[in-house]
Antibody, heavy 119, light 107 residues
Framework: QVQLQESGPGLVKPSQTLSLTCTVSGGSISSGNYYWTWIRQHPGKGLEWIGYIFYSGSTYYNPSLKSRVSISVDTSKNQFSLKLSSVTAADTAVYYC???????????WGQGTLVTVSS | EMVMTQSPATLSVSPGERATLSCRASQSVTTNLAWYQQKPGQAPRLLIYGVSTRATGFPARFSGSGSETEFTLTISSLQSEDFAVYYCQQYNNWPLTFGGGTKVEIK
């Protein structure tokens, strides 16, 4: 059974960089045709797709965030990471990592981690 | 960006009754439409993909239909565990986008 777990600071100051890591267990991040994805959910709101990375390192980002987002992968640790720069209060959200099984739908999710942007 | 609009925002239904949720796309997504169920404090869970194919673990009382721009999720007889928020997601165009959700609550 694949499991994903987000980790990182729950509080980030405005203008700084948000950094989160997703650790994948129960399967190799390098196996299969999977796209490792970040999705966020603003408090009480809907879901926003941030972007994905393939194990080879190829990425694709939401154009609305592209200038501030970077997703990387560390296959040796079975982890992938999100960096979002120049954050504002509007970036306060629950951040989820998820597995896209190659069909652009998400069959495994982490539990989510709340990141608050505040001074 | 493809805009997904769900209605109603909240649906009050009694246990055992039928629930019908709608999702409209701003342009055609053909059959590249999925539904997710989210319970409080939990991550969303893939419910349906390809408009009508149920994901593992969901019973037959959940069904999806539609095409192009109009889609429906039907829960034929609501059970207590079905009260949740449901999101549609299009995966026909990048970026992938979700609807705003429909909360199904106990009447």
């Amino acid at each position: 059974q694949v499991q994903l777990q987000e980790s990182g600071p729950g509080l980030v100051k405005p203008s700084q960089t948000l950094s989160l890591t997703c650790t994948v267990s129960g399967g190799s991040i390098s196996s299969g045709n999977y796209y490792w994805t970040w999705i966020r959910q603003h408090p009480g709101k809907g879901l926003e797709w941030i972007g994905y990375i393939f194990y080879s390192g190829s990425t694709y980002y939401n154009p609305s965030l592209k200038s501030r987002v970077s997703i990387s992968v560390d296959t040796s640790k079975n982890q992938f990471s999100l960096k979002l720069s120049s954050v504002t209060a509007a970036d306060t959200a629950v951040y989820y990592c998820a597995r896209d099984r190659g069909l652009r739908t998400f069959d495994y999710w982490g539990q989510g981690t709340l990141v608050t942007v505040s001074s | 960006e493809m805009v997904m609009t769900q209605s109603p925002a909240t649906l009050s239904v009694s246990p055992g009754e039928r629930a019908t949720l709608s999702c409209r796309a701003s342009q055609s997504v053909t059959t590249n439409l999925a539904w997710y169920q989210q319970k409080p404090g939990q991550a969303p869970r893939l419910l349906i993909y390809g408009v009508s194919t149920r994901a593992t673990g969901f019973p037959a009382r959940f069904s999806g239909s539609g095409s192009e721009t109009e889609f429906t999720l039907t829960i034929s007889s609501l059970q207590s565990e079905d009260f949740a928020v449901y999101y549609c997601q299009q995966y026909n165009n990048w970026p992938l986008t979700f609807g705003g959700g429909t909360k199904v609550e106990i009447k």
